[in-house]
T-cell receptor, first 113, second 115 residues
Framework: DAKTTQPPSMDCAEGRAANLPCNHS???????VYWYRQIHSQGPQYIIH???NNETNEMASLIITEDRNSSTLILPHATLRDTAVYYC??????????????FGRGTSLIVHP | EAGVAQSPRYKIIEKRQSVAFWCNPI?????LYWYQQILGQGPKLLIQ????????DSQLPKDRFSAERLKGVDSTLKIQPAKLEDSAVYLC?????????????FGPGTRLTVL
């Protein structure tokens, strides 16, 4: 799986958009970009994933650059409950063979009042 | 839909003792994962099951760790004997079969402290 690079920490004001970057310049054509988050004392929670196109769901938006070397997770209106560690992971589709899911250290996002 | 269940939530043992963790995945989920998360780090995969078979256990310290999923549903992870460096949160996750993407659902974890 491709390696990802994320800033160790970020902060954001409540109600503003939080933009979390991820660099994955070694991504392969069949690798998806996944985002999970982990709130303190809980297990990671799936947020969103994408291959090439930008994606949006009820939790967030995912913007993937055209060359797929980087992506940005956008929380459009951050709340205090969005304070968590956010993990960006790239991996192949499970149907494409075996792999070892790998989480890095992620980005610790603090949303302040 | 019930989530992934894990027990116990917390466990404190002394080094060289044994401990076991239990996980019940979401109903119908064929793939089950055990992760170890040391404080300040991301989760590290220990073992992955597909139904009752092991898909990958390359990062499982087999001299002391063992895991089973006998009937392809719930699973246990055992450590025998425990070392101080085994202090961590042990996370269980599951994924539905037949998906072309890898959306995992995690349980709350078991926090193990080895004294």
């Amino acid at each position: 799986d491709a390696k990802t690079t994320q800033p160790p920490s970020m902060d954001c004001a409540e109600g503003r958009a939080a933009n979390l970057p991820c660099n994955h310049s070694t991504i392969s054509g069949n690798e998806y970009v996944y985002w999970y988050r982990q709130i303190h004392s809980q297990g990671p929670q799936y947020i969103i994933h994408g291959l090439k196109n930008n994606e949006t769901n009820e939790m967030a938006s995912l913007i993937i650059t055209e060359d797929r070397n980087s992506s940005t997770l956008i929380l459009p209106h951050a709340t205090l409950r969005d304070t968590a560690v956010y993990y960006c992971i790239v991996r192949v589709s499970p149907s494409g063979g075996s792999y070892i899911p790998t989480f890095g250290r992620g980005t610790s996002l603090i949303v302040h009042p | 839909e019930a989530g992934v269940a894990q027990s116990p939530r917390y466990k404190i043992i002394e080094k060289r003792q044994s401990v076991a963790f239990w996980c019940n995945p979401i109903s119908g989920h064929a793939t089950l994962y055990w992760y170890q998360q040391i404080l300040g780090q991301g989760p590290k995969l220990l073992i992955q099951f597909q139904n009752n078979g092991v898909v990958d256990d390359s990062q499982l310290p087999k001299d002391r760790f063992s895991a089973e999923r006998l009937k392809g549903v719930d699973s246990t992870l055992k450590i025998q004997p425990a070392k101080l460096e085994d202090s961590a949160v042990y996370l269980c996750a599951s994924r539905a079969a037949g998906l072309t993407t890898d959306t995992q659902y995690f349980g709350p974890g078991t926090r193990l402290t080895v004294l």
